[in-house]
């Protein structure tokens, strides 16, 4: 192991790392524009440069391995004033329009002005044209002036999605990223993450722009909902200023680093796939329909509506109650969910619902089970036994006349490969309860309807396909009167006078991972562990 | 002091470029002897005593160059040949192709031999349009006789030679973004380590080398190391003799062969005959567009690497660039940083930017309106790019500006202190006055 001194503190590094990862360890921030971690060194900006001893130029830091015994040095007077040379160069040709640059505030030639620039402008020269606002793909507008030449966006492209989309034209300071010629737009599904890796305003990112200056955001952890790879992500919300991004309190998803789920990426589907949450169709109060008149209810009448029916219907029989949970339920509510009804003699339990056509899926992130959760249902042991869909077996029960009552969580039957049969036989049922975010076909035609919170406004665990269980954490309270999937199971709970359920994520997973073998030991747990989630507190109290 | 004739001696034997010509005075003799009797290490260690420099620009010893390719590695091996000759005023790979392409051939055989290539590459600028007509025929011309192809020269040793053709791009001389090229990519430098001679085209180990420094090992191999090495006498690092091109206000423009013991004034004043006019010299350029200028005061320095260095120069590519009294030094270095920025890749920050905004403020001084602290900025951004660059080019423009603007300062502070040039002003002076 190569042990190094920088700015005389001692680091051991594994064989191979750079210069600046090897400062890194230290806390110390080498500034620098074109270094990714995953992606190859380009070495181009420059302004990774540090003082190495015995060398006489100074050496970027991202291209110089580090080497047992060697002295780097990264902020004496030379280095600070190389990186100010860099910085000035860069913005000789930089147009300066901040005030109505979207990047502001997280932009890093901001940022390094500040601690490292902060020179007096010596330039009395016009500024070179390039295109601006221009529109390369779906969700990325690119704006070339702005640009700083990194090569981020072009090796991600080259590296990462292998769409070669994008590449530098031109030579000396007329260099410009484009699309190469014969693409009209950016093919890949992944475009969203260049805006996150451009260290600058040039590449943005058309969902987020001008909704709100990046200050006005706070960030709760989450894991994204999207499929079951389960990618680690940022939630920025705004809670200050509420007239901001029309309205929306989540103006945008990124990715967060896991190296072991999804680096530093996230597909386009999850990023933008998460406007439901503040959607118009949110269904904010519980509603019961009267003679197929909605009629809206307080929750402690829904409760009490909810219980009377499950009541009625498991005196007729426990069996001719069906239960249709969700894969995009967490491991909590899921775990909760069948122990209520479990505790009432429920036994037909599922959660498989049957998209009608196959999700996509790629070999980089996408997978083709669009729910985070099915491994985790899986897991609990959910499920009616009957191969691909639960909603196939229990339509067959309900056609056969052996249920007659079915609770459906989140599940839009229309969008399943059964929507005809569902549409057909569930108007036919005697009672039918929909506890769900947004109001869909489903829904609309339920007796009773509880509105139910999305992912950013509780807590919880997902089990991703690999059996990673993650933990996400809430941004943003329940909107209108809807509630957590737990909390909404507790009111039922003691409104059938049932075991209590409690509403805290935490307790519920500490219960399940004692009383399921799967969450305690194998797979689940050591990967809990890895990823820093409740096991670990639990592990260590044993 | 005569010049001393390697290479240049055939120039003027008439159809020198045909290869029953070349056969008659000599050729394809030192590649037979390598061939028959001579090991690839032991190549090497000739052309290593030879003290054979590169001639491209960098100077770096070719023999070392070639002892740096690995001999364990599994993958092909490849020779290419730098025939991008781009730094202005030089010309002379020009005149080595059209006058004497089977000595080019005939080293690149030695070469590939002494490092394992079975595929040799010209890359040869656009515009050299003749000269590229020329390889190809005396390619042909190889091997139809068997020179080239499989089993050259009746042995087990085969070799192919491609020409590649560049497209106009100065910085495809640059021995890494010429690989890139060669490749189809795009003609970036790539980011040094890895050095071709271990990672170079198509990823497998390469020597870059240039026309004339190939063009040399025949000879050397024919006629031994110690003959060449001594040709230049004094010079303890490097051997041999080289052309010079010589351009600019001088009688005799051309190419001189001489050994590089030779003093700048003899290739000034001798060769090429002294100053057009018989005007006062004031400044010279010894090695190319990107090497410091020297003042008139300066020239009494010997060619060689080492000598020049010493005196803040470089020998470059032997370009000699002769520049008379009545030279405004403003002008001619507004030009040579036009080139610069033209031709700068973009790939890295401080050439991109800093030689785009150098044009912009020597264009500002032209217009008249150069300002106070101008000749300081200028000084400061050449030296923010120096050393701060993946490739050399950021510092071949530097080292004129810097050069230029302290050895003349007077110059630029008058043209952006007046808006015109002094030399222009004076005349007008010495008008009035008679
Ligand atoms: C910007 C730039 C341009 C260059 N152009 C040429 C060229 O046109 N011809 C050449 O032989 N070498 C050129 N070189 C030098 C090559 O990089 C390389 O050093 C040379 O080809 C090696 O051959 P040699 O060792 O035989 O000189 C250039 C270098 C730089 C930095
Ligand atoms: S658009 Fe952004 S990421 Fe791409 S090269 Fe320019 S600054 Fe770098
Ligand atoms: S120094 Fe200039 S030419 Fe060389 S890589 Fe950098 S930008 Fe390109
Ligand atoms: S981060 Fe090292 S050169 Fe850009």
Not at chain 1, 356 to 380: S, V
Not at chain 2, 64 to 70: A, E, L, Q, R, S
């Amino acid at each position: 192991m190569p042990t190094l001194k920088i700015d005389g503190k001692e680091v051991w590094v594994e064989p191979g790392t750079n210069v600046l990862e090897a400062a890194k360890k230290l806390g110390i921030e080498i500034p620098h524009y074109c270094y990714h971690p995953a992606l190859k060194v380009a070495g181009s900006c420059r302004m990774c440069l540090v003082e190495i001893e015995g060398m006489p130029k100074l050496q970027i830091s991202c291209h110089t391995k580090a080497a047992d015994g060697m002295v780097v040095w990264t902020n004496t007077e030379k280095v600070r004033k190389a990186r100010q040379a860099v910085l000035e160069f860069l913005l000789v040709d930089h147009p300066l329009d901040c005030p109505v640059c979207d990047q502001a505030g997280e932009c890093y030639l901001q940022i390094y002005y500040m601690e490292h620039g902060l020179y007096k402008s010596r330039l009395r020269e016009n500024k070179i044209k390039k295109e601006k606002a221009k529109p390369i793909g779906k969700h990325i507008i690119l704006d070339q002036e702005r640009c700083i030449l990194c090569s981020r966006c072009v090796r991600f492209t080259r590296e990462v999605t292998k769409t070669f989309e994008l590449g530098i034209f031109n030579r000396g300071n007329r260099s410009v990223v484009d699309l190469y010629p014969g693409i009209s737009e950016l093919q890949n599904r992944y475009q969203g993450n260049l805006a996150d890796i451009c260290p600058v305003g040039a590449l943005t990112d058309r969902n987020f722009r001008f909704q709100t200056r990046v200050w006005y955001l706070q960030q709760a952890k989450s894991i994204c909902p999207g499929c079951s790879r389960g990618c680690n992500i940022e939630v920025d919300y705004n809670i200050s200023r509420e007239y901001k991004a029309g309205g929306r309190r989540i103006p945008r998803i990124r990715p967060r680093h896991n190296p072991k789920v999804n680096g530093y990426w996230m597909c386009d589907d999850g990023r933008y796939g998460y406007k439901y949450v503040d959607a118009l169709d949110r269904i904010l109060l519980p509603r019961r329909l009267d003679e197929g008149e909605p009629v809206e209810l307080s929750w402690p009448a829904a409760y009490t509506m909810a219980a009377d029916l499950l009541s009625e219907a498991t005196k007729e029989g426990a069996d001719k109650v069906g239960v249709l949970l969700s894969a995009k339920m967490t491991n909590e509510e899921l775990f909760a969910a069948r122990k209520l009804f479990s505790s009432l003699g429920v036994s037909r339990i599922g959660f498989r619902v049957e998209p009608k056509e196959p999700g996509y899926e790629d070999d980089l992130l996408i997978k083709a089970d669009k729910n985070p959760n099915t491994k985790g249902a899986e897991l609990l042991e959910l499920g009616l036994g009957a191969g691909k869909s639960d909603v196939s077996a229990l339509l067959d029960a309900a056609e056969a006349g052996e249920v007659d009552t079915v609770v459906i969580f989140n599940e839009d039957l229309s969008k399943s490969s059964e929507a005809e049969r569902a549409e057909a036989v569930l108007p036919k049922l005697g009672r039918v309860i929909y506890v769900g975010t947004n109001w869909n076909a489903t829904a609309a035609k339920a007796d009773l309807v509880l509105p139910m919170a999305t992912f950013v406004e509780q807590e919880g665990t997902f089990t991703n396909f690999e059996g990673r269980v993650q933990r996400f954490w809430k941004a943003v309270e329940p909107l209108g009167e809807s509630r957590t999937g737990l909390s909404i199971l507790a009111g039922l709970a003691t409104a059938l006078g049932l075991e209590p359920v409690s509403e805290n994520a935490e307790e519920v997973f500490a219960e399940l991972a004692e009383q399921v073998p799967a969450f305690f030991r194998g797979s689940a747990t050591r990967n809990l562990v890895s990823t820093g989630n409740w096991l670990r507190a639990r592990l260590g109290r044993r | 002091m005569p010049q001393v004739k390697v290479l240049t001696e055939f120039f003027d034997v008439p159809d020198s470029h045909k290869i029953d010509v070349w056969e008659k005075h000599g050729g394809y003799q030192a590649i037979r002897k390598v061939l028959k009797s001579m090991t690839p290490d032991e190549v090497i260690e000739e052309v290593k005593r030879s003290k054979l420099r590169g001639l491209g620009g960098a100077g770096f010893p070719t023999g070392v160059k070639w002892g740096f390719v690995p001999k364990d590695s599994e993958k092909p091996k490849y020779l290419v040949v730098n025939a991008d000759e781009g730094e202005p005023g030089t010309f002379k790979d020009r005149h080595v192709i059209m006058n004497i392409p089977h000595s080019l051939l005939e080293g690149m055989m030695i070469a590939s031999y002494a490092i394992g290539a079975h595929v040799a590459y010209i890359y040869i600028r656009g515009e050299y349009v003749h000269p590229a007509r020329r390889l190809e025929e005396a390619i042909a011309e190889a091997k139809a006789k068997g020179y080239l192809g499989k089993g050259i020269f009746g042995t087990d040793y085969d070799l192919e030679v491609y020409i590649h053709r560049g497209a106009g791009a100065y910085i495809c001389g640059e021995e890494t973004a010429l690989l890139n090229s060669l490749e189809g990519k795009k003609g970036w430098p790539r980011l040094k380590p890895p050095f071709p001679a271990t990672v170079g085209a198509f990823q497998s180990p390469t020597v870059v080398n240039n026309v004339e420094t190939l063009s040399y090992v025949p000879h050397i191999i024919a006629r031994g190391a110690d003959w060449f090495a001594s040709l230049s006498e004094g010079t303890e690092r490097c051997g041999g003799t080289r052309i010079f091109s010589v351009s600019g206000h001088v009688k005799r423009p051309g190419v001189y062969e001489a050994p590089l013991h030779t003093t700048l004034r003899e290739i000034v004043y001798d060769f090429a005959g002294g100053i057009r006019g018989d005007k006062k010299l004031k400044a010279v350029i010894p090695g190319g567009s990107s090497c410091p200028v020297l003042k008139a005061d300066e020239i009494d320095v010997r060619m060689c690497f080492d000598d020049l260095a010493k005196a803040g120069t470089m020998a470059g590519s032997g370009g000699v660039i002769v520049m008379d009294e009545d030279t405004c030094m403003f002008d001619t270095l507004r030009n040579i940083i036009h080139f610069y920025a033209h031709e700068s890749c973009g790939q890295c920050t401080p050439c991109r930017q800093g030689t785009g905004w150098l044009v912009r403020i020597f264009d500002r001084i032209a217009e008249g309106r150069g300002m106070p602290g101008d000749v300081d900025n200028i000084l400061e951004i050449a030296q923010n790019i120096m050393g701060r660059t993946i490739c050399p080019l950021g510092d071949a423009a530097a080292m004129p500006v810097i050069s230029f603007v302290t050895k003349f300062r007077e110059e630029f502070e008058y043209h952006v202190r007046e808006g015109r040039c002094d030399l222009e002003d004076r005349k007008q002076r010495v008008a009035m006055a008679s």
